[in-house]
């Protein structure tokens, strides 16, 4: 008999990082945001693989302070740098669907619900943070990248 003894989540995140940031540039290739492909899959890669880095790190450690630092610093740059911000946040969000992938197939089903949480709880604040940058940067200067007029549609007198 040959019995595997499971993963954890840690050891995912470590033994198949190679392959979820592959598939997660994959995911952001088929999305043609404008301003990832400006900077070419190259930098991409090298984002999306900095960015699981620090989810692996944060959930490791259970400390959130450097993914918060670093989506602080990308916003800033990002920013500067004229990305919108729905392009910055597909970055972590297919980063995430792609780990969670991963973890479903993996993991025992019993280890679900933490790995989820855990994954989406560092993700989670990584956007967060990103978000609320942006739009404190976003609010000093105006930016095509907030218009959320599309979002009030069908509001008039509500």
């Known amino acids: 008999m040959n019995f595997r ?6 050891e995912l995140l470590h ?3 190679a392959v979820i ?4 540039a ?3 290739s088929r999305a043609h945001l404008k301003s990832y492909e400006k900077s070419g899959s190259e930098h991409t890669h090298q984002r999306l693989k900095a960015l699981l880095v620090l989810t692996t790190r944060a959930v490791k450690e259970r400390n959130l302070g450097p993914m918060v630092a670093h989506a602080d610093s990308i916003a800033r740059e990002r920013f500067a740098s004229g990305f919108n911000l729905w392009e910055v946040q597909t970055a972590f969000n297919v980063l995430e669907e792609t780990i969670w992938i ?7 089903p ?24 942006y739009v404190s940067l976003a609010s000093k200067t105006k930016a095509s ?5 599309s979002l009030f549609t069908g509001m008039e007198g509500a």
């Open 102 to 108: 991963h973890i479903l197939k993996q993991l025992p």
């Open 15 to 17: 033994e198949h990082s």
């Open 21 to 24: 940031v592959e598939e997660a």
């Open 5 to 10: 003894i499971p993963m954890t989540l840690n």
């Open 145 to 149: 990248s907030l218009n959320l007029q």
């Open 26 to 28: 994959g995911a952001m």
């Open 110 to 133: 019993t280890e679900y619900a933490e790995a989820l949480g855990l994954v989406s709880t560092v993700l989670g604040t990584g956007k967060d943070t990103l978000a609320r940058r």
